[in-house]
């Protein structure tokens, strides 16, 4: 199913507005201009260029952007991420216009599950409590009892009681992970994020060696070979917290690379490497995420498309996945 509506004439086949840009033009005097005109809001993922989390009105995780997405008094949302995450805004805020830059803006771990396949597995075990991690697909949503994030899923599991079975899609990594940390049995689907599965073992160890003095952290959608040679692990705003927290001056860091932006910011005096790749691409950076540029942002804001569109039942079905998930990470304070 197609959850994403758009007037098509108006986008290239790209999914984007290929409309040229005056290179003079300073783009983030416009967008700001457009953000009081419009009464909108920028929401940034940790991982997209520096320049758009610069201009963003809040920066974060997927737990943070859940959060503002459900709170915020904007008319427009405009989210500069990936499609799950702008489904995610729109369930959430159905009464608003949420925009994504770049319609083609997608995610590997997202379509490693997909819903009319994922709909026959659980059937096979019709009384367990399904979890999915929130990067997965607005339809996926109306097949799960709770959505997670890496901030919160340890606090999600341990919510349900212990006599009860879990199904934990699409992420094996974190699902083995969580399955390590909280002690819980869990049928894992068998996905992945593409990004967090090509850091190299070899290469990292020999950085290692070369720093002895670094701390190597790692978000838990990294492979659990890797997760057992990392100082700490945790989501990405906890990798961030902790590079702000420790007496470390030097980190090895195994996520998407955009993150070192922010972390670059919040602490210049500390130096922070790349886990490096298993080849020689820059395949520690997300391409989807990387989709998204200035001039896509001024774009899609001044013409107000793309525009994300849910058909209602997916809405009904689904946002209940996502408000319990934010009723637990309240509760725990998180």
Partial sequence: ????????KDLNKNGFLDIDVDP???????????????????????????????????????????????????????????????????????????????????????DSCPPPIFRKYKEKYPDHVVVSYINCTAELKTLTDICCTSTNAVQIIESIPKDKGIIF???????????????????????????????SHEKITKLML???????????????????????????SGLLRYTKESDADTFIVATE???????EKQTPNKTFIPAPPNNTCACNECPHMKRNT????????????????LPQWVIDEGVGSIDRMLEISAKAGL
């Fill in 210 to 236: 070369r720093h002895p003095e670094a701390k190597f952290i790692a978000h838990p959608e990294c492979e659990p070979h890797l997760l057992e040679k990392a100082d700490y692990i945790g989501s990405t």
């Fill in 1 to 8: 199913m197609n959850t994403l509506a758009i007037a098509e």
């Fill in 294 to 309: 200035m001039e896509k942002l001024y774009l899609c804001m001044k013409h107000e498309q793309p525009e994300i569109t």
């Fill in 24 to 110: 003079t033009l300073d783009l983030v005097a416009e967008i700001n201009k457009l953000k009081k005109e419009k009464n909108a809001i920028i929401l940034a993922h940790y991982y997209q260029e520096g320049e758009i989390q610069d201009i963003a009105d809040y920066v974060g995780d997927s737990l943070g952007l859940s959060q503002q997405a459900a709170n915020t008094d904007a008319d427009i949302i405009v989210f500069a991420g990936v499609h799950f995450m702008a489904e995610t805004a729109k369930m959430l805020s159905p009464e608003k216009k949420v925009l994504l830059p770049d319609l083609k803006a997608g995610c590997s771990l997202a």
């Fill in 169 to 199: 899609a699409p992420d094996k990594n974190l699902g083995a992970y969580l399955q390590k940390k909280t002690g819980r049995d869990m049928i894992l689907w068998n996905g992945s994020c593409m990004v967090h599965e090509i850091f």
């Fill in 257 to 263: 690379v955009g993150i070192i932006h922010q972390m």
